[in-house]
């Protein structure tokens, strides 16, 4: 009698998450500028923005994000931020990923600044919110991009 309590419950997913996914497209996400916002003797703090393009005819909710930053093709600096944004539908909102670099790791004269990594995101629809609330369905779209560094 207990074994058939996980099988039901496997059924009754499968019948359902299929209709999760509402025909929701993923948001894209591209590199538009870097900056260093600040620098004193001990690092650098680098803001990167990214535009967020959201093509459905619904808002998408931003969740964390996970990333890692290169300075002409060196990694610099790893982290998650939460960019606490609402893609509206059919539209673009600019982000800003924040890293604070160590000047030991820092090159003097970087040109390129890159960023690559994923952020999550938020389904539409009542379900897929439960699923994302549980931990249990956490849809994520890549960004990745580099641009030169403005001082």
């Not at 609402?86 to 820092?106: C, D, H, K, N, Q």
């Not at 699923?131 to 249990?136: E, F, R, T, V, W």
Request: charged share 15%; net charge negative; aromatic share 8%.
């Amino acid at each position: 009698m207990n074994r058939i309590y996980p099988f039901l419950l496997a059924v009754l997913l499968a019948l359902v998450l299929p209709g999760c996914s509402s025909g929701s497209v993923a948001p894209r996400f591209q590199v538009v500028s870097a900056r260093a916002a600040q620098r004193t003797d001990e690092g650098v703090r680098l803001e990167i923005t990214v535009v967020g393009e959201n093509p459905n005819d619904h808002e998408i909710a931003l969740g964390e994000a996970r990333y890692t930053i290169t300075a002409d093709g060196s990694s610099i600096y790893s982290g998650t931020a939460s960019p606490e944004v609402t893609l509206p539908r059919y539209g673009r909102v600019e982000m800003i990923f924040p890293a604070a670099v160590p000047l030991s790791v820092f090159p003097s004269n970087a040109g390129a600044i890159g960023l690559s990594g994923w952020i999550e995101y938020l389904p539409p629809g009542p379900f897929a919110e439960l699923l994302y609330d549980a931990g249990l369905r956490r849809p994520t779209s890549g960004v990745e991009g580099s641009t030169s560094l403005t001082p």
